[in-house]
C-alpha cells in the first residue's frame, strides 16, 4: 500500500511538471492577443497601487514584476506566470490533502486539479483567480494542519493567505465563511477560538491597505463588485441563467467529478457523510450553491465558483478510492482537453463557426486594429489618441506604450466607468484623435475610418476625427 502510494505521488509530481511545462511551451506559440482584461491587468503593473478600480492589487504588481524581470512586455510574459501559480496550488493541495486523508488520495487530488478544464482555460490567460487560488490551497493546507494540532505559527500563515488572497480577489473571502460554516455544522471542523482570532487579525492586516485605498477612492471596487457583478433586478428570477452557470460547471470541474461532487451534497442532506469528508464539503458546495443563487438573481461566470475546486478535487479523490475507473475515465477526459486547448490557441483558425470566424474570435483581431489606428493617427501628425470604448483602450494603452503616441479616455461627466476613466481622462485641448464607432460629443473632421478584418472586430467600423477644441 505504501508503494501504491509512493508511486502516486510521483506520478503525480510528474504530471504536474509535464503538463506546467507544455503550457508553457504552448504560451509561447500562442497565436491570440491580450484579452481586454489581461491588458487592464498589465496597465495596472504599471502604477503600482494598492486597489484598483475593479479588483484588488496582486495581479498588477505581479505582471510588472514578470515584465521587468523578463525586460519584456510581451503577452508570453504577461501570461507566463499563470502556468506556474497553477503547478503551485497543484502542489499546496496535495500537501493539504494529506492532511485530511493519504498520500495516494493527496496525489490523485493533485493530478485532477492540475488537469481541470477550468485550470487549463486559466493557463491560457492571466487572471485574477489564478493569483488568488494558491493562497486558497494555502489557507487549506493551514486549516488542516490546526484541526490537527495547535500551532500559532500555522494560525498566522493562515491568517496571511486569507489576507494575501483577499489582496488578490474579494472571493478569497470565501474561506473564510465556509470554514466558519464548518465550524458551526460540524465540531471536528472547529480550530481553537485564540487561533482563529489570530488568523483573523493577521489576515486583516494584511488586507488593511486595499481597505484604505478602498476608502481613499470612494469605495470603488466594492462599489464595482456589488454594483456591476451582483447586478440583481429586484427579486425576478432568471431559471436560464441558473441552468447556464450549473452547465457550466459541468465544463470547468468535469462532468463525470461534478456529478460526484452532487451526489456528496446529497447524501450529506441524509445525514451520510461524516468527518473529513463533510468538512471538504463544507469548504467547497456552498460556494456553488452561493453562486447559483446569484446566477438565478441576475447572472453568473463559469468562473465565480473558481474557488470550490481547491477543496473539491480532495473530497471527490476520496470518495472514489473504490470506483478507480471513474477517475480514471474522469482524467481522461480532462487530459485531453488540456492538450487540445493549449493547441487551439496556437492555431485559432484551426476551427471555426458557421460563419467562418474562429472560434476564438474574442482574443483576436486587437492588435490588428490597433495598428491601423496608429497607422492612421501618425499620417494625420497627431500623437494624442482619446476613445471611449474600453476595449479599445484597452489594447491601444498597452501596445502604444513604448510609442511617441499617447493615448487617454475620453472624459466622462460622471463617475468613471472603467479603469481608464479613472486614471487617465484626457482633460487637455486638441488636436486629438478620437476613436469611436459613431464619435459622441466631441466636433471635428473625419481623417480615415478604420474597419476589422479578424476576430472581435471583424467588420466593424471605427471613425478617427481630429478634434482640435476640448473635448469632454
Known amino acids: 500500500m505504501v508503494a501504491k502510494a509512493d508511486n502516486a505521488l510521483r506520478w503525480a509530481l510528474a504530471l504536474i511538471i509535464g503538463l506546467t511545462v507544455f503550457r508553457l511551451g504552448m504560451q509561447a506559440v500562442n497565436a491570440t492577443d491580450l484579452f481586454v482584461d489581461e491588458a487592464q491587468y498589465w496597465a495596472w503593473g504599471q502604477n503600482l497601487d494598492w486597489g484598483y478600480f475593479s479588483k484588488p492589487p496582486v ?59 477550468l485550470i487549463t482555460v486559466g493557463t491560457l490567460f492571466m487572471s485574477t483567480d489564478t493569483v488568488m487560488l494558491p493562497f486558497f490551497a494555502l489557507a ?28 488578490g480577489k474579494y472571493a478569497m473571502m470565501y474561506f473564510a465563511l465556509c470554514a466558519g460554516l464548518a465550524a458551526i455544522l460540524q465540531p471536528t471542523a472547529r480550530i481553537r477560538v485564540g487561533e482563529a482570532a489570530l488568523a483573523a487579525l493577521v489576515a486583516l492586516l494584511v488586507f488593511a491597505p486595499n481597505i ?11 462599489r464595482h463588485v456589488v454594483e456591476d457583478n451582483a447586478s440583481w433586478d429586484g427579486l425576478r428570477l432568471y431559471f436560464d441563467e441558473l441552468a447556464l452557470f450549473l452547465l457550466s460547471q459541468a465544463g470547468v470541474f468535469g462532468p463525470i467529478l461534478l456529478i460526484v461532487l452532487l451526489g456528496a451534497g446529497f447524501a450529506a442532506a441524509r445525514g451520510r457523510l461524516r468527518g473529513a469528508d463533510l468538512t471538504l464539503l463544507l469548504l467547497c458546495l456552498p460556494i456553488v450553491l452561493f453562486v447559483s443563487g446569484q446566477a438565478l438573481m441576475s447572472r453568473a461566470y463559469a468562473n465565480w465558483a473558481a474557488t470550490a475546486y481547491v477543496a473539491a478535487p480532495i473530497l471527490v479523490a476520496a470518495l472514489l478510492q473504490n470506483r478507480r475507473q471513474l477517475l480514471v475515465a474522469s482524467q481522461g477526459l480532462n487530459l485531453a482537453v488540456a492538450l487540445a486547448l493549449p493547441v487551439l490557441f496556437a ?68 463617475p468613471p466607468r472603467n479603469f481608464y476613466e479613472q486614471e487617465m481622462p484626457y482633460l487637455g485641448d486638441g488636436p486629438v484623435a478620437y476613436v469611436a464607432r459613431k464619435p459622441k ?6 481623417i480615415a475610418e478604420v474597419r476589422g478584418d479578424v476576430g472581435q472586430y471583424r467588420d466593424r467600423t471605427f471613425q478617427i476625427i481630429r478634434v482640435d477644441e476640448p473635448c469632454r
Open 347 to 414: 492555431a485559432p483558425y484551426a476551427l471555426t463557426d458557421a460563419k467562418g470566424q474562429s472560434v476564438l474570435k474574442r482574443y483576436l483581431g486587437r492588435a490588428d486594429l490597433t495598428q491601423q489606428i496608429e497607422t492612421v493617427v501618425r499620417d494625420a501628425g497627431l500623437s494624442v489618441i482619446i476613445a471611449s470604448n474600453r476595449d479599445l483602450l484597452a489594447d491601444m494603452v498597452y501596445r502604444l506604450n513604448d510609442t511617441d503616441i499617447e493615448v487617454y479616455a475620453k472624459a466622462y461627466d460622471g
Open 140 to 167: 487549506l493546507w493551514m486549516y488542516g494542519r490546526l484541526l490537527r494540532r495547535p500551532s500559532r505559527s500555522d494560525a498566522a500563515i493562515l491568517g496571511f493567505a486569507i489576507g494575501a488572497g483577499m489582496m
Open 59 to 117: 495581479i498588477g504588481w505581479l505582471i510588472r514584476a514578470v515584465t521587468d524581470l523578463a525586460g519584456s512586455d510581451a503577452a508570453f510574459w504577461v501570461r507566463a506566470p499563470a502556468s506556474v501559480l497553477h503547478a503551485v496550488t497543484a502542489f499546496l493541495i496535495l500537501l493539504a490533502a494529506r492532511e485530511f486523508y493519504d498520500d495516494w488520495v493527496a496525489a490523485w487530488a493533485a493530478s485532477l486539479y492540475i488537469a481541470l478544464p
Open 212 to 222: 484604505w485605498w478602498n476608502i481613499a477612492n470612494d469605495g470603488t471596487t466594492v
Open 441 to 446: 460629443g466631441c466636433d471635428g473632421a473625419l
